[in-house]
Every structure is written in C-alpha cells, then in structure tokens.
C-alpha cells in the first residue's frame, strides 16, 4: 500500500481565523443535540483508551496505536466542529486544522494542538506503509504527541457543557469525573512503558490489583452479593454464579469474564441487608444500560431501559434487621456499567459492600 504523503497533512501553517480581534464573532447555534454529542464523545473516549492500551503492549513499536487514536481524534474533533455550528469537512487534514483554529479562538487548550494532531497523522500512515517504520526519536514525539492529544477529550466536555449546558448538574459532573479517569489511566499507562520494563516489574509476591472500576470476586462461601450472570437481556438463560463484595462494574465494550459475548447480556444479584438502626436510607441504582432495585420484594429503583449512564435514587424508611436486596442489570450494546450506593443521616453516600450485608 503506497504511504501516505506526511507533507499532506500540514496543521502548523498561520489560520486567518485564529487571529485576535476586538470584535469576537458571534457563535452560530451547534448543529448536534447534546445527547448524540455524548454518545460520540463518549465511543471516541473508549476508542482512545483502546489505543492507550494498545500503545502500552508495543507490538509493532510506537505507531501501533496510531490508527485507534487517529479515528478517536476524527470522532472527537467532529463533534468539537458541530457543537461549534460548523460542518466538518471530510479529511482528517481540514477536520484538524479547523479544529485547531477554533481550540486557539476558545482557549480550549493550553497548548497549540496542531503539532500533536499531525504528529498522530503522520504515524497512522507510516501504520498503513509497512516499510516506513519510525526511528527512536520519531516514537518519542509519537508518545509526546499521543499524551497532550488526549487532552482534548477533556477540552471537548467543557466545550460541550459552555453550548448545550445540561439541566441536572449532577449528570455533569459524573461526566467530568468519567473523563478526568479515563485520561488520567491513560497518562499513567504512557508514563509507565516510557519507565522501561524493569520500573514496570513488581515483586514475586506483590498481588496483581483488580481492573479499575470493577469489584473483585470473593472465594465460595464468602458473605458479599450471589451474582448469576445470564445470556440473554431477559435474565432466562443463567450462565455462571458467584459471589461479588460490591456491585461496582464497568465492562466498557467488553465481555464480564463470566460471559462470551459484550452485548445483549444480563446479571441479578442478591443479598440480606443489615440495618443496625432505624431511619431513612437513601439508595442509588447507577447503569448503561438498564437496572433496578428491589428491597424485600418492592421495586424501589427503576432504570430498566436503554440508556447512557444514568443515575437514579430512592430513599426508604427500614427497621433494624435483615432486609432482602435484589439488583437486576442488562446490557443491551456498546458501554456496560452497573454501580450500587447509599448513604443515610450517619454516613455519606458510598458503595453498598459485604461490610454491610449478612451471611445468607
């Protein structure tokens, strides 16, 4: 496959646009509507992190990332663009300088980032021509280039709440807080294969740390919540058991180690609640897609339809004791997350663990 021309793609050149001005134009209305803003700021976020991963195992050298963060940047630089009132133009060259001219009119970033977009561009062809492998010195801007790239996730979502602001602050800032962790994994996976193998090994004896956002499993017999994962949406055909300290899950776009299959999947999990002292308790159901929660055989939780992850809450008056949890969870396609919280007039809100439940 010939190469493609590095020359091409030329994001360093002066824009007529970026220049200051006394009278600052207008903004046109954005061309996107929030909620399909952050389903594709959203698959560009997994799409980098994909490739944080991928950067990290090196198995071509640098540039094996280069086409995952080359179509995440496209994805993300696209909604930058709508949410602007612009139509994207069709080449990543003209998508990214645009993009460019306008992160310099915002101050969006801190830095000029067309240095780092043409970078990332000239990696993805040297990908696409197998013979034109970078040197040693051309990975190092590659790494550098890959890192500040990032940045722009976090640029985009503060764009996107100053034009199309939500109405619940609270969805916003889980939003910030989704992005502020992802970049900052991806940032450390970067730094960490840049410290070299012998900074990465750990002791014979050192314990391998659960996936970020994903509660361990307890051994058999354990006290914690019986998860029985199923194969279909409909909670019908049970696949595998076992027992969870927490529900607190992000599958990404991946399979729960239980299952086969990403999508079209569902889990229920049951535990015995043990309240010390009467009061009102305050339970929050959080999933993409649906969930629910029912406490002693009442629904008090209903979040059972597709969706973005979402958040909803109940508070109920309990009597010391034991009461029966159920939290019910299906994943339709794409993000899969599920997350179960309470708090009270003695405690803030936090994870519901096997701390607080009771042997069966």
């Not at 220049?19 to 399909?36: F, L, M, T, V």
């Not at 909604?79 to 300088?97: C, I, Y």
Request: glycine content about 4%; some cysteine; hydrophobic content about 40%.
């Amino acid at each position: 496959m010939p190469r493609a021309s590095a020359s091409a793609v030329t994001l360093n050149q002066p824009v007529l646009s970026t220049a200051p001005s006394d009278e600052k134009q207008e903004a046109q209305p954005a061309i996107i509507a929030r909620k399909q803003a952050e389903a594709e700021l959203r698959v560009a976020q997994r799409l980098y992190e994909a490739a944080a991963l991928v950067h990290e195992r090196r198995a071509t050298g640098a540039i094996d990332s280069a086409p995952l963060a080359y179509r995440a940047l496209g994805c993300a630089l696209r909604v930058l663009l709508q949410l602007a009132g612009e139509q994207p133009p069709g080449t990543f060259a003209e998508l990214a300088e645009r993009a460019r001219a306008l992160c310099l009119a915002e101050n969006l970033l801190a830095d000029d980032p067309g240095e780092d977009l043409a970078v990332i561009a000239d990696m993805h062809a040297r990908f696409l021509d197998l013979t034109a492998q970078p040197a040693p010195s051309e990975d190092r801007r590659y790494d550098r280039a890959f890192v500040r790239s990032g940045e722009a996730f976090s640029a985009i979502q503060t764009y996107l709440d100053q034009r199309l602001p939500e109405e619940k602050a609270s969805l916003r800032s889980h939003w910030k807080a989704a992005i502020a962790l992802g970049l900052a994994v991806l940032f450390g996976l970067v730094v960490g294969m840049r410290l070299g193998p012998k900074a990465r090994e750990a002791p014979d004896s050192a314990p391998a740390p659960p996936q970020a956002g994903n509660a361990p499993a307890l051994s058999k017999g354990q006290r914690g919540f019986e998860a029985t994962f199923y194969k279909d949406r409909d909670l019908g055909q049970a696949a595998a058991t076992r027992t969870d300290q927490s529900i607190a899950f992000d599958w990404a776009s991946d399979a729960p180690p239980e299952l086969a299959q990403a999508d079209e999947f569902s889990v229920r999990w049951v535990a015995r609640l043990h309240i010390a002292e009467r009061g009102t308790y305050t339970f929050y159901l959080t999933s993409d897609d649906g969930s629910r929660l029912f406490v002693d055989g009442k629904l008090i939780v209903d979040n059972w339809e597709d969706h973005a992850e979402r958040t909803r809450d109940a508070a109920l008056e309990l009597e010391p004791g034991a009461h029966k949890l159920r939290v019910e969870y299906y994943d339709h396609v794409a993000v899969a997350m599920v997350r179960l919280e309470w708090s009270s007039s003695r405690f803030e809100r936090r994870l519901v663990t096997k701390d607080d439940l009771e042997d069966k």
